[in-house]
């Protein structure tokens, strides 16, 4: 017998369906085809979404990056020397403590920037991965062996069957809604909204690169600056009523919020009317998810479908990554058997994830000060953090924390 008569026969890749092309979706495509697998995206938007929304990615999710191979493309617009003010509504500025001057410096970036290079990651690993735009999932049906998904798409309805089901598609997930629980079940609202976009022109008093914190109790103002481009802006306000604030355009209730008892004053007003002159804004509720499990037999939730840490914990992009990095390795170390991957995944990741959600509560208070008291005991600790002697102090205690720690930065 010749060697070119010898036939090896290869299993084919085990087939995963990703519910999702953000972060933390095309993050997980990348991971499971790294780990052998054969992904399948689907986003039910008809095309990527581009822009988005100022966002920060600590060490857990520079760790993951590096291991998919993303590492080189994360940009970092942080200033190297970030100077933020707490200003008024005529915009006088005092000296002022922010995000930029915590000593943990995390990469400053756009989420489009983060998504950019996760994409053209996986379309240089992966150029055959399948992504199916304007799709989503209607019924999702396990056995032991695998799972069929009945998909509606431009070319109608059909079910196909998958090894594995990510649902990576976001805080208010289908994937999530078909299989584990509804939304009223899940998601724990934290009375706050907010609004994000990146600006067009630098605010008056406030040029590039420099940050600003306007806080009044129960709503705030935050300037967060990059070094190489305007910055962008977060409004971040309590609410009653969640569903109320959606049924007015973005900008006019800013307007009746921050103005109905004072002038805006011209800092608010240049930044309200750049909203208006139609810059893409994230406007939502503040919000986690909570789950006694992200998996159930061949389904597993990643990312703000499974945990959501909120916006004030800054952990969202980093956890995605994370999340979706150890995925593919739990699923590399355990071929063949999906359910001891998944067990093993969420016993690692449960532990982080639960103190990244307890940042974004105590976070609140940073963002948006209910009161006058939670305001000024607020500006007590930021004061106390970044006074010279206690900032070198927690730089160096910082590493004993689950953030930062290497052992769980890298999560394995």
Same mark, same amino acid.
């Given at each position: 017998?010749t060697?070119?008569s010898?036939?090896v026969?290869r299993e084919?890749?085990?087939?995963a ?15 499971l085809h790294?780990?052998g697998?054969?992904?399948v995206?689907i ?7 581009r822009g988005?929304? #100022?966002?920060?990615i ?6 993951a990056?590096?291991d998919l191979g993303v590492?080189?493309r994360l940009a ?7 100077t933020?003010?707490t200003?008024d509504r005529?915009?006088h500025?005092?000296p002022?403590?922010?995000f930029?001057d ?9 989420r489009?920037?983060?998504e950019e290079a996760i994409?053209?990651?996986l379309?240089?690993q ?6 199916r735009?304007?799709t ?5 049906s ?6 069929d998904?009945t998909?509606?798409?431009p ?5 196909e ?12 997930s289908q994937?999530r809604r ?13 009375? @706050?909204?907010?609004?994000a976009?990146?600006?067009?022109d630098d605010l ?5 690169g420099?940050g600003?914190r306007?806080?009044e109790?129960n709503?705030?103002f935050?300037?967060?600056? #990059?070094?190489d481009?305007p910055?962008t802006?977060l ?7 969640v569903?109320?604030e959606?049924?007015?355009p973005?900008a006019a ?10 002038e805006l004053?011209p800092?608010l007003e240049?930044?309200? @009317? ?5 810059r893409?804004a ?5 919000e986690q998810?909570?789950?006694p ?8 939730l ?7 840490p909120?916006?004030y ?7 995605g ?8 390795l ?12 998944l067990?093993?995944w969420?016993r ?10 307890k ?6 208070s940073? #963002?948006t000060?209910a009161t006058?008291q939670?305001?000024?005991a607020g500006?007590?600790r ?10 070198w ?20």
């Amino acid at each position: 017998m010749t060697d070119s008569s010898i036939r090896v026969h290869r299993e084919p890749a085990p087939r995963a369906l990703v519910v999702g092309l953000g972060i933390s979706g095309t993050a997980s495509a990348l991971a499971l085809h790294r780990a052998g697998w054969e992904p399948v995206i689907i986003e039910r938007a008809p095309q990527r979404r581009r822009g988005g929304y #100022f966002m920060a990615i600590f060490g857990a999710g520079r760790y993951a990056a590096q291991d998919l191979g993303v590492g080189d493309r994360l940009a970092n617009h942080r200033s190297p020397e970030p100077t933020t003010y707490t200003i008024d509504r005529t915009g006088h500025r005092r000296p002022g403590l922010g995000f930029g001057d915590l000593p943990i410096n995390p990469y400053l970036t756009m989420r489009d920037d983060v998504e950019e290079a996760i994409y053209d990651t996986l379309r240089e690993q992966a150029p055959d991965v399948s992504i199916r735009f304007g799709t989503t999932p209607r019924a999702i049906s396990q056995d032991a062996d695998g799972v069929d998904v009945t998909l509606t798409g431009p070319d109608g309805t059909t079910t196909e069957r998958f090894d594995l089901v990510v649902g990576a598609d976001g805080i208010h997930s289908q994937v999530r809604r078909l299989v584990f629980a509804p939304d009223s079940e899940a998601i724990d609202r934290m009375g @706050t909204m907010i609004c994000a976009f990146a600006l067009t022109d630098d605010l008056p008093t406030l040029p590039q690169g420099m940050g600003a914190r306007l806080l009044e109790p129960n709503r705030a103002f935050h300037v967060f600056p #990059f070094d190489d481009r305007p910055s962008t802006v977060l409004f971040s306000y309590g609410t009653d009523d969640v569903k109320a604030e959606k049924r007015v355009p973005v900008a006019a209730r800013l307007r009746e919020v921050y103005g109905h008892d004072a002038e805006l004053g011209p800092v608010l007003e240049a930044a309200i @009317t750049q909203l208006e002159d139609g810059r893409p804004a994230l406007f939502d509720a503040v919000e986690q998810v909570h789950l006694p499990s992200w998996h159930r037999g061949r389904v597993v939730l990643v990312g703000d479908s499974a945990w959501c840490p909120s916006l004030y914990s800054g952990m969202g992009a980093t956890s995605g990554l994370a999340g979706a990095n150890l995925l593919g390795l739990r699923l590399a170390e355990h071929p063949g058997d999906v359910s001891a991957a998944l067990d093993g995944w969420e016993r690692t990741l449960r532990p982080h994830i639960r103190e990244y959600q307890k940042m974004g509560v105590d976070a609140r208070s940073f #963002f948006t000060p209910a009161t006058g008291q939670e305001l000024r005991a607020g500006e007590r600790r930021m004061r106390l953090q970044t006074a010279p002697i206690t900032s070198w102090v927690f730089a160096r205690l910082l590493p004993l924390l689950p953030v930062m720690r290497k052992r769980e930065v890298h999560l394995v």
